[in-house]
């Protein structure tokens, strides 16, 4: 493509752009295709041919966007927030173009310079301590998955990479794994891959409210100690997927601190709720963090992919992740941070500019006040729902969520399940509000 073709393309696409934001309340949440309708409108066999940009651009709006769910827009309740907003979607464009690989510093300086420095920005906006150093994953899960495997590391004093865990746990002792059934799936996921075991996963029950049951984490620590495993890291979450769940973190940093295990805190969703102060009672325990995880691509208005994970000893980190092969040498050697040593790709996008960019176009104040006006909304649909007799709370709010069923008098509870699940299913069907 011509570079005169390419412009007058990007402008008309940004109109386009500045377009679908406008209305992307208009269209229904959730795409209303059914399985396979995209897909039979593609064609089998790719073009031997280019075509005019004209006819792409067309497809994409007749074929692409009916089977596009609308994340970004105001009726979108569910899963979780993935928000994006005009400055990241300009900054997006920039690292588009640039198109820079930012594995190392000498790939590109910028990058790793700003990542230092736009992430320690909201280290500070979450008052955690100085120690903590801050890289940006692509996923909380893959922010977990590194946790996983630094502590498994460190708690083989650096052999599992070398020897391998079979043959570590030739003895029969194992290293397991602990976080409460309220915990996110990734944690699972993170396991199998970091070659823990599903055998050595200990779910711990909850309390009545979901938060980690404290004696329970620690007498099943005891016990695997006395079984002979090797108790290796507690994952404790602030904000849970299902219901919002909070741990203690000073609760269960006491017992890390007690049995030297590793504490990691999957803060995904509701970690960027942490920039307020009237919030960070929730961080209390940080001092007993190893690593701590929060996607400002769910709520801090930064588009998808941006997981900021922090953590108090990056020479572990680096121990347990860093190659660095001939071809990766460059003459700043240790002087400076090659970001992929830090985590599991190699090749990384530049995430650190649309961080940059919205929070100078916002400031730290106006992003607390966008997250404390979400608070204030869900506070008061709260309200609407716990008052309507017809509906039932489960969870109370936490944040900006909480769950609730509709049971309106005089309906057995064995009808109630299929009741909610025809009333989610019409409400998604008619395109309005999506949950
Ligand atoms: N942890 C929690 C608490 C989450 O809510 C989610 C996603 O919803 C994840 C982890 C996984 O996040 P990601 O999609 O960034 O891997």
Redesign the pocket.
């Known amino acids: 493509m011509k570079l005169t073709e390419f412009r007058a393309h990007a402008h008309r696409m940004v109109d386009w752009m500045a377009d679908y934001l406008e209305k992307v309340e208009e269209y229904p949440v959730r795409s209303q295709v059914s399985p396979g309708d995209i897909k039979s409108q593609l064609p089998k066999q790719p073009p031997q041919k280019g075509e005019p940009m004209d006819r792409i651009f067309s497809d994409f709006e007749s074929v692409v966007m009916p089977g596009i769910t609308h994340w970004q827009s105001p009726n979108f309740f569910a899963?979780?927030t993935a928000n994006s907003s005009p400055p990241s979607i300009l900054a997006e464009m920039l690292t588009a173009t640039l198109g820079a690989q930012c594995m190392l510093w000498q790939t590109s300086p910028a990058a790793s310079e700003m990542e230092d420095v736009v992430t320690d920005w909201l280290r500070q906006a979450m008052n955690l301590p100085d120690e903590f150093k801050g890289v940006i994953q692509d996923?909380?899960?893959?922010a977990?998955l590194v946790a996983l495997l630094t502590a498994r590391e460190k708690a083989t004093n650096y052999q599992g990479n070398d020897k391998g865990l079979f043959k570590l746990g030739q003895s029969g002792d194992s290293l397991t794994v602990y976080c409460s059934e309220e915990a996110?799936s990734?944690v699972e996921k993170g396991l199998k891959i970091a070659g823990f075991g599903k055998e050595n996963f200990r779910k711990i029950q909850a309390d009545s409210g979901f938060a980690m049951d404290l004696p329970k984490l620690e007498a099943q620590i005891v016990e695997d100690k006395k079984a002979g495993h090797k108790p290796t890291i507690v994952v404790a979450?602030i904000?849970?997927?299902s219901v919002g769940a909070v741990d203690d973190l000073t609760g269960v940093g006491e017992i890390c601190q007690r049995h030297n295990v590793w504490l990691h805190v999957?803060?995904?969703?509701a970690g960027s709720a942490m920039i307020l102060p009237e919030l960070q009672h929730h961080l209390k325990g940080a001092r007993y963090m190893d690593s701590f995880v929060f996607?400002p691509?769910?709520w801090l208005l930064t588009n998808f992919?941006c997981?900021v994970y922090f953590i108090k000893d990056p020479v572990a980190l680096e121990k347990t992740l860093a190659l660095i092969p001939e071809y990766l040498k460059s003459p700043e050697g240790r002087t400076v941070t090659d970001y992929q040593n830090w985590s599991v790709p190699l090749g990384r996008r530049f995430r650190a500019l649309k961080l940059w960019f919205v929070i100078r176009s916002y400031g730290m104040e106006g992003l607390r006040s966008i997250l404390r006006n979400h608070l204030l909304w869900a506070e008061e649909v709260y309200t609407q729902v716990s008052q309507d007799p017809d509906f039932e709370i489960l969870s109370p709010l936490r944040f900006t969520l909480f769950s609730f069923r509709f049971a309106p008098e005089g309906v057995d509870e064995a009808k109630l399940t299929a009741l909610n699940e025809q009333l989610v299913n019409t409400v998604n069907d008619r395109g309005h509000i999506y949950i």
């Open positions: 899963y979780f996923s909380a899960t893959s977990t996110h990734s979450s904000g849970g997927t999957d803060a995904a969703w996607n691509h769910k992919d997981s």
